[in-house]
């Protein structure tokens, strides 16, 4: 069966419309990048202490058996992918989730969760 043989059924309103307003390339691949860096546990851990209140590091460390480079990996990408900020105080790093970041990923589920 062909595509266009599947084209009149469609038409006729057998099926209910895609979403108003897909993504575009551009905002998809940043949303990529924000859910890839929340594929894995220990960074959904880590966001979800950050997110509570600022962290210092040493803070973090002790909350998971992994090693403090470990760890500092896993910040890294939360990083790169605009969730999270720090900043060096001393010998510590304090870390803080970035508002606006978090609500953008909260209205595009918000949004994905109306349209279904």
């Known amino acids: 069966m062909s595509k ?3 084209a ?3 038409s006729a309103g057998c ?3 895609v ?3 897909p993504l575009d390339e551009e905002r998809a691949t940043g949303l990529a990048a924000v859910f890839k860096a929340l594929g894995d546990p ?3 851990r880590l966001l979800s202490m950050i997110a509570a209140r600022e962290v210092c590091v040493c803070e973090l ?3 998971f058996d992994l090693s403090q ?3 500092s990996h896993h910040l890294k990408l939360l990083r790169q ?8 105080r001393g010998t510590w790093v304090y870390y803080w989730a970035l508002p606006d970041a978090l609500d953008r990923l909260v209205g595009f589920l918000t949004a994905a969760r109306a349209d279904a």
């Open 4 to 6: 266009q043989d599947l």
């Open 8 to 10: 009149p059924a469609a």
């Open 15 to 17: 099926c209910a419309p």
């Open 19 to 21: 979403a108003a307003a």
């Open 42 to 44: 220990v960074r959904l």
């Open 61 to 63: 460390t002790p909350a």
């Open 69 to 71: 480079p470990t760890i």
């Open 81 to 88: 992918a605009g969730l999270i900020d720090c900043e060096r």
